[in-house]
């Protein structure tokens, strides 16, 4: 092992770039048309297939799955499309094996589901690539509509009112678009400025426009916003992180995952990035993991992720976890951190085993310490500033009803900043898409058509 | 072990797998690797009359019908009969069979239809010491263009005709192979037979345009932006093989007459069905073509396995599904039948429901938890679920008791009866 990966403390450069190369590559590369034309045809075009319902966003899998074995990828990638704006970045951040490739007919046959989620990439790559934008907007509406936040819901949302013939104007925080797309998944799974090369695509039917570095409750109010256009979606994220609440949180060394995570996304050298030798994250879901893999791909030697629960109740899905283990990630499960050590950076952190009792976690006598130079807190997201006026949910999350109706009238949510769904990309685009619906058919009367 | 030894029209052959007249045994270099991966008899490609060879087309002669994953379906051609000079096919031939005398080495012959070719074609492989000749009476396109091949075949009285000349100039025994592309399959073996024939075989190739380019707008294989018809062979032509087997095997007129069976055969099980509705032996071009010769192998083992799981002899299989063969008219009409789905086996897809409910029967229900059900009041016992089911053996057809009640229509399950005694019948009416 080199010095570099040996040295202690959290330093930059410990792989070579040819190392970084390597570990921070396509982590499910594309599949050529031989490849593709062998797996579709093992759909059986099932009947109201499984795999549809389980779909968040419903794509009509067995069609899009025969019209490459037919070989035609473009008329795939439209049936994903319409369905889906987003089906490119979904088919590779989908936790398939949750969703439509868990229910996919061919597990109880073989123990093998159709690989649809390679499919959807192989379908969606090559509309995407084209550059031209397939889709045309429907004859102007006059009507105007914010949309707070450029991440999936966002964007799903704006690109159906515009395809509706709507004026979507997008507001975002951050300096570019795409939300987590953008700032969030992990490295090896959107390579090459995937993401933005999407956001542009999507962007392409027209009547959009990206306002970045315009925030919410900062630069512009809910009430202006609803004075000025026809209606809002919000589609904002959960922008604020839970606390540990432990002695020592605040040493030195011990942050956010998703702040490590993002400054990662953003990196043009990552050789440039500092990372600990004996890395510690605290969290069992896809945040937990993307960082702790991560880091250890930057070289950090010794990487623990300690989650709370068991194996099951954790949030990143099996897959995640194996690949997590894959890549030298030790995983313990029924941890959870009393105490952060150190002098004022860390150096160890406490644990405790926990047990369920009457249903109830609690911490028992026993437990252990790990060495760690570096700390990543994963524990969840949250609602970042309560917005006046907006009722919210048990969950702390914006309450709706039906497609995305707030409390406000003329207001929309949609994402992981609203109730319901889990917090996945596939669920922001299609809660994006329904509000979208929603929106028009309030605007206009039109029936709601939502395809798939 | 069961005996695979064959004897065909007094021609032995160590197993009853013939490699069928086609680019397989087009020359010596490939007919002894065939006798060494074990085929048991080959028939040579077939020869022309003396003097210049044919010439091929020079661009691609295949075309294809593929089933998933590019597995061969059907295959058609455009080739016609050996392209090489008849003294090279002849010298070969003879020292082929010089080496491998246990095994079948049959001339396939196609030449002008009139007297004299034959004579001088069947004179000049009398010293090749071949086992019989085979009349390609069958290519389906090209050598038909010229009077020959299918343009003999269909017409009965040619094959009559040239039969005869061929029983009268040769010793050998003669085997006529015939042409698919007819109506009635029976009406050229009955010329066969009357021509003094010592067995048929069938099939040749079926005309077919498998694909047509779609970008330029011709039927493929393409040659010059041109394409002609071909003939069609391969795992798609098997049902109508085994249906022109079957007629010829049970035509009073025709039954007894050696059979060779071809088209399609690929496994231990498509030789088997062939021998079962007749055939003596099978021929195979296709499988051989698609995977080489080491196929033969798998039917050698299947074959003995099958023939010692029901402790038979390979003579005993041969004809045996004949006196079962009948007509529409002569089935069971209360043979009743309903669909039964084994939900442990099911992987719930969903298709038998599709099939059955866009069938004009929607005999099958779909419960909640995506649950398939039939409905037996509704079942015509079609088999279509069986069919398109991914699973096998997942749906099976049940037999209802004698007396039992078919659901459907309300009757108990009689006895036998077909239509030409049922009251619907017009005309078993009249005969009253
Ligand atoms: C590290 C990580 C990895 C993940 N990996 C996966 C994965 O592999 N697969 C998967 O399906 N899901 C994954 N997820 C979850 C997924 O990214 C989210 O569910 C999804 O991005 C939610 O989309 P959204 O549009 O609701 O919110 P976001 O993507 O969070 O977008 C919200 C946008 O709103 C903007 N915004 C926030 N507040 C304001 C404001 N006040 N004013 C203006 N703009 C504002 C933000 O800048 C952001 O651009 C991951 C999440 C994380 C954190
Ligand atoms: C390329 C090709 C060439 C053939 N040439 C001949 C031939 O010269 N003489 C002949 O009698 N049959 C010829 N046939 C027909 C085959 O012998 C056989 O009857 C037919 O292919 C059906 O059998 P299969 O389904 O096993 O291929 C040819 C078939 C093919 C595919
Ligand atoms: S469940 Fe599987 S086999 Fe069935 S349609 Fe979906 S992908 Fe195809
Ligand atoms: S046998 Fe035919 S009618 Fe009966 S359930 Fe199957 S498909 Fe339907
Ligand atoms: S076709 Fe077969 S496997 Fe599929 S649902 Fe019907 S019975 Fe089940």
Wanted: net charge negative; charged share 25%; hydrophobic share 40%.
């Amino acid at each position: 092992m080199s010095q570099a990966t040996l040295s202690p403390g959290i330093v930059p450069g410990r792989l070579t770039p040819d190392e970084l190369a390597v570990n921070f590559a396509d982590v499910a590369p594309p599949l050529d048309r031989h490849e593709a034309h062998v797996e579709a045809d093992r759909c059986y075009f099932c009947h109201d297939a499984p795999c549809i319902t389980a779909c968040p966003t419903g794509i009509d899998i067995p069609l899009f799955i025969r019209q490459i074995a037919t070989d035609t990828p473009d008329a795939a990638g439209m049936t994903i499309f319409h369905a889906n704006i987003l089906g490119g970045m979904c088919a590779r951040v989908c936790p398939t094996e949750n969703l439509c490739e868990g229910s996919c007919v061919r597990n109880d046959a073989e123990g093998q589901p159709v690989r649809i989620g390679a499919l959807q990439r192989y379908a969606t790559d090559g509309l995407i690539a084209d550059g031209a934008h397939p889709f045309r907007r429907a004859e102007p509406t006059g009507k105007r509509i914010a949309v707070v936040g450029a991440g999936p819901a966002g964007l799903s949302c704006a690109h159906r009112l515009a395809a509706k013939g709507h004026d979507v104007t997008i507001f975002d925080a951050r300096a570019k678009p795409g939300g987590l797309n953008e700032y969030g998944i992990a490295s090896y799974k959107t390579v090459d400025g995937f993401a933005q090369a999407e956001v542009a695509w999507l962007m392409g039917i027209g009547g959009i426009t990206m306002e970045t570095g315009r925030a919410l409750g900062r630069d512009l109010t809910l009430d202006t916003l609803r004075a000025e256009y026809d209606a809002v979606f919000l589609g904002i994220g959960l922008g604020a992180v839970n606390a540990l609440r432990t002695e020592g949180e605040s040493f030195q060394n011990v942050r956010d995952a998703v702040d490590f995570i993002s400054e990662l996304r953003q990196a043009d050298d990552r050789g440039a990035l500092p990372v600990g030798r004996d890395v510690v994250v605290i969290g069992g879901g896809m945040t937990a993991v993307d960082a702790a893999v991560q880091a250890k791909l930057l070289g950090a030697e010794n990487v623990t992720m300690v989650y709370r629960r068991s194996r099951d109740q954790m949030g990143a899905s099996e897959h995640e976890q194996d690949h997590a283990t894959s890549k030298g990630v030790r995983i313990i499960h029924g941890a959870a951190p009393i105490a952060v050590l150190g002098k004022g950076k860390v150096e160890a952190v406490q644990f405790a085993y926990t047990e369920i009792r009457e249903g109830q976690l609690h911490l028992s006598e026993n437990g252990f310490q790990l060495p760690a130079d570096q700390v990543f807190k994963a524990i969840g997201q949250r609602l970042e500033a309560p917005l006046a006026d907006l009722d919210l949910a048990k969950s702390g999350k914006i309450a709706v009803t039906g497609p995305g109706r707030t409390s406000l009238d003329g207001v929309w949510a949609g994402g992981d900043c609203a109730m319901g769904g889990d917090d996945l990309t596939v669920t922001a685009v299609a809660e994006g898409r329904d509000a979208a619906e929603d929106i028009d058919a309030r605007l206009t009367g039109r029936p709601v058509e939502i395809p798939g | 072990m069961a005996d695979l030894r064959s004897e065909f029209i007094g021609i032995k052959s160590p197993n009853p797998f013939w490699l069928a007249s086609a680019p397989p045994t087009d020359k010596e270099y490939n007919v002894r690797r065939a006798f060494q991966a074990g085929w048991g008899g080959v028939v040579w490609k077939t020869l022309g009359a003396e003097g210049p060879p044919v010439v091929n087309v020079n661009g691609p002669r295949y075309g294809v019908v593929h089933g998933p994953d590019r597995r061969v379906l059907g295959l058609n051609n455009i080739e016609l009969i050996t392209d090489r000079p008849l003294e090279v096919n002849l010298r070969e031939i003879k020292q082929v069979k010089r080496d491998y005398p246990d095994r079948a080495l049959i001339i396939s012959l196609m030449v002008p239809c009139d007297e004299d070719s034959w004579r001088d074609i069947l004179k000049r492989i009398e010293d090749t010491g071949a086992d019989g000749v085979e009349l390609n009476f069958g290519c389906p396109h090209g050598m038909a263009e010229r009077g020959m091949g299918s343009a003999v075949g269909q017409v009965p009285d040619y094959i009559e005709m040239v039969t005869r000349w061929v029983k009268q100039y040769s010793r050998m025994p003669c085997i006529v192979k015939l042409t698919p592309n007819i109506t009635d399959v029976r009406k050229p073996a009955e010329a066969a037979r009357r021509g003094g024939a010592d067995a048929v075989s069938l099939i040749n190739t079926i005309n077919s345009i498998t694909s047509v380019d779609l970008d330029l707008f011709a039927p493929e294989p393409t040659i010059d932006g041109k394409g002609s018809h071909g003939g069609y062979c391969g795992p798609a032509v098997k049902p109508i093989a085994l249906n022109m087997v079957a007629e010829i095997a049970r035509n009073p007129a025709t039954a007894g007459l050696p059979i060779s069976g071809i088209g399609g055969v690929t496994t231990w099980r498509d030789a088997a069905e062939f021998m079962a509705l007749g055939a003596g032996n099978v021929q195979v071009c296709t499988a051989a073509m698609t995977y080489g010769f080491k196929v033969v192998q798998e039917m050698i083992t299947g074959l003995h396995d099958y023939l010692d799981r029901h402790d038979m002899a390979l003579s005993d299989l041969i004809g045996r599904a004949v006196p079962n063969v009948k007509d529409w008219q002569e089935l069971n009409l209360n043979y009743v039948t309903k669909a039964v789905i084994d939900q442990e086996a099911c992987i719930k897809c969903g298709r038998c429901y599709a099939a059955c409910e866009d069938t004009s029967h929607q005999a099958i229900a779909m419960k909640s938890g995506r649950v398939f059900e039939v409905v037996e009041e509704e079942c015509v016992a079609c088999n279509l679920c069986v069919d398109v089911c991914p699973v096998q053996d997942c749906i099976t057809m049940r037999e209802l008791a004698p007396g039992e009640t078919d659901l459907r229509t309300g009757i108990a399950r009689g006895d036998y009866a077909n239509w030409t005694t049922h009251p619907n019948n017009p005309a078993a009416t009249a005969a009253e």
